[in-house]
């Protein structure tokens, strides 16, 4: 069954230092999403990405964080200067509107970001 | 932010028993309501979902109920195994938009 890889399982960084965070999606789906969990806490929305542009985004997603697809199949968040609030599990999640009605986003493991 | 609320933490239930889990929203722009699954260290996994338009969905031991008038939904999982056991997220969201979750319950099924 396809599913949604990234890497790394997790990211240990210090404060101010860049991150890459990567997500294969599922193949065939064309929206792709970044979700994050902080400890404790509901897993909130980041960012929504569509015909190689952002469609949608939170206001947790200042200037400090990106985007790309860099090729057909990576899609990569970038966070340019990491603060100690960016410690969390990020999800990357793809969707496919043909396959389901009720916009049912598939999940990737989850990559653990701990600044320090 | 609370547009989607589940107000019990935690719930636990005997193998064999119905597990209900409730989740109310304040959004009434909501197109559809999704239910995801979550162990520890892996992403949450979509369960079922219900459009706006129908007030009942089934697959299999899981069933959910939209009242749309209470803005209330339920999760109902009939008969409740020890392998049910992970927190549940209830999910909203419009067509091929972000998803707006509540903070999760955590079923615990007893043996």
């Known amino acids: 069954e396809p599913e949604v890889t990234q890497t790394p399982s997790h990211q240990v960084t210090q404060m101010g230092q860049e991150v890459i965070l990567r997500c294969v999606p599922i193949?065939?789906?064309?929206?792709f999403y970044w979700y994050r969990q902080i400890l404790g806490q509901k897993v909130e929305f980041l960012v929504s990405f569509y015909n190689n542009e952002i469609s949608e985004k939170s206001e947790i997603f200042d200037d400090q964080f990106s985007v790309e697809r860099p090729d057909g199949s990576n899609f990569t968040l970038k966070i340019r200067s990491t603060k100690l609030e960016d410690s969390a599990m990020y999800f990357c999640a793809s969707s496919d509107p043909a396959e389901s009605s009720y916009n049912e986003q598939f999940f990737g493991p989850g990559t653990r970001l701990t600044v320090l | 932010d609370q547009q989607v609320k589940q107000n019990s933490p935690s719930l636990s239930v005997q193998e064999g028993r119905i597990s209900i889990l409730n989740c109310d929203y304040t959004?009434?722009?909501?197109?559809?309501f999704l239910w995801y699954k979550k162990y520890p260290a892996e992403g949450p996994t979509f369960l079922i979902s219900?459009?706006?338009?129908?007030d009942k969905n089934e697959d299999g031991r899981f069933t959910v109920f939209l009242n749309k008038s209470a803005k209330h939904l339920s999760l109902h999982i009939v008969p409740s195994q020890p392998g049910d056991s992970a927190v549940y997220f209830c999910a909203s969201t419009g067509a091929n938009s972000k998803l707006t979750f509540g903070k999760g319950i955590t079923l615990s099924v007893r043996p």
């Open positions: 193949s065939n789906h064309l929206y």
């Open positions: 959004n009434s722009m909501f197109d559809y």
């Open positions: 219900i459009s706006s338009i129908k």
